[in-house]
């Protein structure tokens, strides 16, 4: 197989034609990890199966996106369990939000 060495080479499957027909879904959610898949012919890459830029995703994909390859690098874990908040969640409903706004604008001001 002539696949040329790269710095840049992550993570990078090889699959021939009909191994990719055959699980085209398992590929693709390879591919929506972040993983690059090239395609072989016959022992010959002849194509490249890559997530799109960052740039042609929304801001919520590209968050997804982001945090899955972190995870990917092992760089963050995904939190397991429950959370629960400390005192004060959820906030004292008996504090004028507005008033407190006002004191703060007007110290600013003196």
């Known amino acids: 197989m002539n696949v040329a060495p790269?710095?840049?080479?992550?993570s990078m499957k090889v699959a021939g034609i009909r191994e990719l027909?055959?699980?085209l879904s398992q590929y693709l959610r390879m591919v929506a990890e972040g993983e690059v898949v090239l395609v072989s012919d016959r022992g010959e890459v002849v194509a490249q199966l890559a997530p799109p830029p960052t740039s042609a995703l929304k801001a919520e994909d590209k968050l997804a996106h982001n945090i899955a390859r972190l995870e990917r690098s092992g760089a963050i874990t995904r939190a397991r369990g429950q959370l629960t908040l400390g005192a004060g969640f959820?906030?004292?409903s008996s504090v004028d939000v507005e008033s407190v706004v006002d004191d703060v604008r007007g110290d600013r001001l003196r």
């Open 6 to 10: 790269s710095a840049t080479m992550i």
């Open 90 to 92: 959820p906030p004292d």
């Open 21 to 23: 027909k055959n699980k």
